[in-house]
């Protein structure tokens, strides 16, 4: 079994920062690439950050120089470190991994709960 668990969300005033956590744990050989999403309610799902099992990073433009997505293979963990946060960027957090359980085994996709990020004054 896999587990991701996120956390770092709260509330948090417009312009100010926060960084979110992301931690996999269990049956783990090795972990592909790592995302975060965010969804808005009503809204779609949207990608926020991905990072690669080399560290390469890919971002959307509307959070591109706002936000950095970091990782540490050793740990299993990634972070979204937020900057600038706008009222827009409020929404549900996810992770998601590209888990490798076993030598010799196939990629699945995991997914954490989610944590809730609220922007406002």
């Known amino acids: 079994q896999v587990q991701l668990v996120e956390s770092g969300g709260g509330l948090v005033q417009p312009g100010g920062s926060l960084t979110l956590s992301c931690a996999a744990s269990?049956?783990?050989?090795?972990?592909?690439?790592m995302a975060w999403y965010r969804q808005a309610p009503g809204n779609n799902r949207e990608l926020v950050a991905v990072?690669?099992?080399?560290?390469?990073?890919t971002l959307p433009n509307s959070v591109k120089g706002r936000d950095t997505i970091s990782r540490d293979n050793a740990k299993n963990m990634i972070w979204l470190h937020m900057d600038g946060l706008k009222p827009e960027d409020t929404a549900i957090y996810s992770c998601s991994g590209l888990i490798v359980p076993y030598s010799g085994g196939n990629h699945d996709s995991h997914w954490g709960q989610g944590t809730q990020v609220t922007v406002s004054s």
């Open positions: 269990g049956t783990i050989f090795s972990i592909y690439s």
């Open positions: 990072i690669t099992e080399r560290g390469m990073t």
